[in-house]
């Protein structure tokens, strides 16, 4: 479904503790912000690319974006920023915002060699720690797999990294059976960041 078909609910409270609603374009809320929330844009990029610690949001499974999302307004992941837009959010926003990225077209990039020092463990994971190789469950070239595992290929190094460093410090905890939190756990501080750097740097594709 394109974006256009769509149109996002977005709930404010009033001065007096009313709540409101009104129709917002998932394009113009992304852009331009609107009903008290912010453009996405002005924090993930202009395309939802992502920039610094802000994740690219292009081209990302719809069902994941959604789940990210209610995850953040229903206090299962705690972000500073992001928590409590994603609680100013109606489902419909969500569900609406959630689309509108997924169907995002991605902007091309050139892919690293084999000798970059974090196509390694992407590839073949560290054994000897039980960490698997990264592509083993987000697909060939970071793509993505199903609802679960989202693509990581374009994604921010800096945002990577930090994910990486939460799952591992129990920050964050809402991966299926705990899978990123045990593989996060066996990275070393220098591999979480050449990794980070590595799936930075691979052409983005969609996983929807």
Sequence with gaps: MKWMQW????????TAGAVQAQSVNPATLANS???????????????GEGQ??????????????????DDLAEGRREHALMSP???AMSPETREAMSGYYAATAL??????????????VAQRGAWDRNVPGCVQCHGPGG???GD????IAGQTADYLSAQLEAWKAGRRSNDPIGLMQAAARGLT?????????YFSKLPMEASR
């Design 33 to 47: 912000g609107g009903d008290g929330l912010a453009a996405c844009a002005s924090c993930h990029g202009a395309q």
């Design 107 to 120: 902007p091309a990039s050139a892919p690293p060699g084999d000798a970059h020092p974090g196509a390694r």
């Design 143 to 145: 793509r993505g797999v």
């Design 7 to 14: 149109t996002a609910v977005v709930v404010l409270a009033g």
């Design 148 to 151: 679960a595992f989202p693509p």
């Design 189 to 197: 501080a220098e591999e979480i960041r050449d990794v980070s750097d």
């Design 85 to 87: 837009i994603a609680k």
């Design 52 to 69: 610094g610690a802000m994740p690219r949001l292009a081209g990302i499974n719809a069902a994941y974006l959604r789940k990210q999302l």
